[in-house]
């Protein structure tokens, strides 16, 4: 597509329920990055993907947060047994090559009630 | 730890105002500086990338330099669609891209 694509645009899930976030980057896009933004904050890193692998998951939150991307294409951020605190907005974001200029989706913004 | 400050938080100015913004960094050994505009409710839109204390770069109404310790946002005469937040973000080696807060501008026609 022509730009990064993410899915759902909102969501509002119950406490202690599974979400999975889906992220579609620009074709041709190596790198793939996930981040977290909470109302008023900086953007949070949360993992990057050079291909199908992640050399980097060190800012996955806790062990409820998992991804995977798959065909070197689209990527799912999974959050289980989701908490309120897990309640902000995800970015992905996708670039040519590993930290060269990164071009982002309209993020998921994530309710936990 | 790599740390990003970007100061202010806010600011406001008047339509053909000029202003900088500042963003200064402790990282061990700098691969890359990034300037982003978000608007509310869109993800970040990248401006510049600057990879060497000196180094500028201009788009339009603004400018991005460089130093050792700090990047400025310089925005000349500005107009109200200038209006949004500007995140600085920098790559000092491993995989983490590091954003700082952002600060909010309002250009006020």
């Known amino acids: 597509g022509a730009g990064v694509s993410q899915s759902p645009s909102n969501k509002v899930t119950e406490k202690g329920k599974d979400v999975e976030l889906r992220c579609d980057p620009i074709s041709g896009h190596t790198a793939l990055y996930w981040y977290r933004q909470s109302l008023g904050q900086g953007l949070e890193f949360l993992i990057y993907?050079?291909?199908?692998?992640?050399?980097?998951k060190s800012g996955l939150p806790s062990d409820r947060f998992s991804a995977e991307r798959t065909g070197g294409s689209v990527s799912t951020l999974t959050i289980q047994r989701t908490q309120q605190e897990d309640s902000a907005v995800y970015l992905c974001a996708s670039s040519l090559r590993w930290n060269t200029e990164a071009f982002f989706g309209q993020g998921t913004r994530l309710t936990v009630v | 730890e790599d740390q990003v400050t970007q100061s202010p938080e806010a600011l406001r100015l008047q339509e053909g105002e000029s202003s900088s913004l500042n963003c200064s960094y402790t990282v061990s050994g700098l691969r890359g500086l990034f300037w982003y505009r978000q608007d509310p409710g869109k993800g970040p839109e990248f401006l510049f990338t600057l990879y060497s204390a000196g180094e500028e770069k201009e788009k339009e109404r603004l400018k991005a330099t460089l130093t050792k310790k700090e990047s400025f946002l310089h925005i000349t005469a500005p107009k109200p669609e200038d209006s949004a937040t500007y995140l600085c973000?920098?790559?000092?080696?491993?995989?983490?891209?590091?954003f700082g807060a952002g600060t909010r501008l309002f250009v006020k026609a």
């Open positions: 973000a920098v790559w000092g080696g491993g995989f983490k891209t590091i």
């Open positions: 993907f050079q291909g199908n692998s992640a050399p980097d």
